[in-house]
């Protein structure tokens, strides 16, 4: 997975490099308005909300602990996408947005202690395919690759006393969609809405026995800006 997650990341530099070059040599190479044939990088912003579930690994019936959180989120994307039979455009992908996604549960199965989990980043690699009903605005689906970092800890709920911490990864999948406007000189705008599904993973403390089988959700909802230059 960190293998697949740095490709995509190292391919986002590469492009975003070219692009910068593409742009500094002439601000005239920005696509023409009617076409959406171009390779684009920008940033976003909005809100994130995670759902997260923790059963017995060996009993999926038995529930440990829930969390839920929402949090602001913001970070980048770069893509391409080729317009084609005249209203049709297909592209690639790649975002990253940090999140403050942040929540503690206790109780039940935990007993005396306190479960918190934190949610620093998501990142996706899709595919877009989207239909341009005017020459300046685009409507899309997307879908494709998705990953993120959970950081986790227990303390003893009455005095805070740390017990144990553990990290993990975990890849799943996305879909979602959105609008996207373009205005003059290279620059676009759109809103979007990304439903991320994980795969569960067996989270083990180091100190302790396991927490068991997490299962996590996010879902972004975001508005953003993007700078087109180029060809595919």
Same mark, same amino acid.
């Given at each position: 997975? !960190? ?15 070219? &692009? ?8 005239? /190479?920005?696509?023409? !308005? ?11 912003? &909005? ?9 017995? *690994? ?14 602001? %989120?913001?970070?980048?994307?770069? &893509? ?6 005249? #209203? ?15 929540? /503690? ?12 989990? #934190? ?8 595919? !877009? ?37 553990? /990290? ?11 609008? *996207?406007?373009?205005?003059? #000189?290279?620059?676009?705008?759109? %809103? *979007? ?34 700078? !087109?230059?180029?060809?595919?």
């Amino acid at each position: 997975m !960190r293998i697949a997650l740095a490709a995509v990341l190292a391919g986002a530099l590469i492009a975003v490099g070219a &692009g910068q070059v593409a742009v500094a040599a002439d601000f005239g /190479s920005a696509p023409a !308005r009617g076409s959406w044939t171009s390779c684009y990088v920008g940033g976003n912003a &909005g809100a994130a909300w995670d759902q997260t579930t923790v059963v017995d *690994e060996v009993d999926p019936t038995i529930f440990i602990a829930g969390l839920n959180a929402t949090a602001l %989120a913001g970070g980048g994307q770069i &893509g391409c996408d080729y317009q084609f039979a005249s #209203h049709w455009v297909v592209g690639i992908q790649g975002l990253w947005d940090a999140t403050g996604l942040d929540a /503690s549960t206790t109780g039940g199965l935990l007993g005396p202690l306190t479960l918190h989990g #934190h949610i620093p980043w998501v990142a996706t690699a899709t595919v !877009r395919l989207g239909y341009a009903p005017s020459p300046n605005l685009l409507l899309y689906a997307k879908g494709g690759g998705a990953w993120t970092h959970t950081d986790t800890n227990l303390y003893v709920t009455a005095d805070g006393t740390p017990v144990d911490a553990a /990290s993990f990864d975990q890849s799943g999948w996305t879909a979602g969609g959105g609008a *996207e406007w373009k205005l003059a #000189h290279g620059w676009s705008v759109f %809103a *979007e809405y990304d439903y991320l599904g994980f795969n569960s993973v067996v989270v083990s403390y180091p100190n302790s026995h396991n927490l068991g089988s997490v299962s996590q959700n996010v879902q972004l909802a975001v508005v953003g800006l993007n700078f !087109r230059f180029g060809t595919p």
